[in-house]
């Protein structure tokens, strides 16, 4: 059986961010997830773009909350596009390249399509991973580990105490299956948008359209030209978590992919001729598991813009919640200069004294994940957990003893945003 110094299981932005942080300070680190490649939600969702990760401040100058290894990604990433392409734009499909460079550079190793179905414990402490592979099953050990699946799974089968969607039914944000079409007349959607928004909301209201979704939700920069990428379907009512109900909610997003298209073929002249030429591979989530760990972020912390003396991240993106039980999405904006930041203890479950957290998993409430579920701020949480786990094998602490301030200064050092 393998033995290293940290295992992070998620090969998301979260995970190869925590990868790599702890492997750049020498620890031997495997990193393991499900696909075979790295990016997570950007690779295998098609997510796109970065939500919005900045602020204004008095002055009227935009201000970046998610810098430090995050921007390292964004100013590599930015060589593989058009010149003058705004940072939250990206090529997804190179980002996989670039992220294959970023984490061999660093020496992390890498395991690709494995699952983890079973965690060994004792006492305090994780002992072993069991992970589900096509040669049957691989058991690996560490000193550390860090759960970046995004469903918790890690903490879920160690036994941590954790929240599924939010209080009042367990319901989690509506599921999406992401897609792009080609050969769309740019020029000519522009002008058909209001069109389309209302003619969408009328074939709701008649019974046409299956998709829950209140509008049309595409993205139509950043893309190639006369390419646009939709965000657009729904499924509600469904447990991300539970396999039966995941299958089911990938049928009926396809189905929703297909409704659509077929009603931009049929009802815009810009779409006449689009042609369907990506549609994700798995649906993505917006929430599941999320941790109850040593501090439940909330809401009211968020929008009284807390700066926790822990802190190891910023944000402020929107508490964005797609309505869990039909149409409708509700906002919450902060204002210029206002951010808020997310504490370490958020990252630290109660139960063990060798496992973090990162990513849209944390110990948070529905509507506080629902601000820092974006990919830029579980990069930023990602560095966080990477750069404590080095902390905590240099000074032979836990996770629980650790000099949070230790990692604060590394963090500051490398250039990442956290106060």
Not at 82 to 93: A, G, I, R
Not at 217 to 237: A, C, E, Q, S, W
Not at 375 to 391: D, K, R, V
Request: aromatic residues 10%; hydrophobic residues 40%; proline residues 4%.
């Amino acid at each position: 059986m393998k033995h290293y110094d940290l295992i992070v299981v998620g090969g998301g932005l979260s995970g190869v961010a925590a990868a790599v942080s702890a492997a750049r300070r020498g620890l031997k680190v495997l990193i393991a997830d499900k696909a075979g490649w790295l990016g997570g939600a950007m690779s295998n969702c098609l997510i796109y773009p970065f939500m919005p990760y900045h602020m204004k401040d008095k002055d009227g100058n935009s201000v970046d909350l998610s810098t430090g290894f995050f921007k390292e990604l964004t100013t590599r990433a930015a060589k593989d596009l058009p010149p003058n392409t705004k940072p939250h734009y990206f090529d997804s499909e190179y980002f996989k390249f670039m992220l294959d460079d970023v984490v061999c550079e660093a020496g992390v190793e890498v395991l690709f399509h494995v699952t983890l179905f079973r965690v060994e414990t004792e006492g305090r402490e994780i002992k072993k991973l069991l992970f589900a592979a096509k040669s049957g099953v691989l058991e690996y050990s560490a000193d550390f580990y860090i759960d970046a699946t995004g469903d918790g799974d890690l903490f879920y089968f160690a036994g941590c105490d954790f929240q599924l969607g939010r209080d009042a039914d367990n319901l989690c944000q509506p599921m999406t299956t992401c897609f792009r079409i080609a050969n769309v007349d740019r020029a000519k959607f522009e002008e058909e948008l209001p069109t389309m928004q209302a003619l969408y909301k009328q074939f709701r209201k008649e019974g046409k359209i299956i998709n829950e979704r209140e509008n049309i939700l595409v993205f139509r920069h950043g893309m190639p030209d006369g390419v646009l990428h939709f965000n657009t379907t729904r499924v509600i009512k469904h447990n991300p978590t539970d396999p039966e109900d995941v299958s089911r909610a990938e049928v009926l997003a396809r189905k929703q992919v297909k409704e659509m298209v077929e009603f931009l073929k049929t009802n815009l002249e810009s779409c006449k001729n689009a042609t369907l030429i990506a549609c994700a591979a798995d649906i993505g989530v917006r929430e599941s598991r999320k941790l109850r760990g040593v501090h439940i972020l909330n809401q009211e912390e968020l929008i009284a813009c807390t700066k926790f003396e822990d802190s190891i991240a910023l944000g402020n993106y929107d508490i964005d919640i797609h309505n869990p039980a039909g149409a409708d999405t509700s906002h919450y904006y902060f204002g210029p200069g206002e951010y808020y930041t997310i504490p370490y203890r958020s990252l630290l479950p109660k139960e063990y004294d060798n496992l973090l957290v990162a990513g849209r998993c944390i110990s948070a409430t529905h509507e506080a994940q629902a601000s820092v579920r974006i990919m830029p701020i579980c990069c930023c949480m990602g560095e966080a957990a990477g750069t404590a786990a080095a902390i905590i094998k240099e000074t032979g602490t836990t996770a629980h003893s650790v000099n949070v301030s230790l990692i604060q200064d590394v963090l500051r050092k490398n250039g990442a945003s956290i106060d």
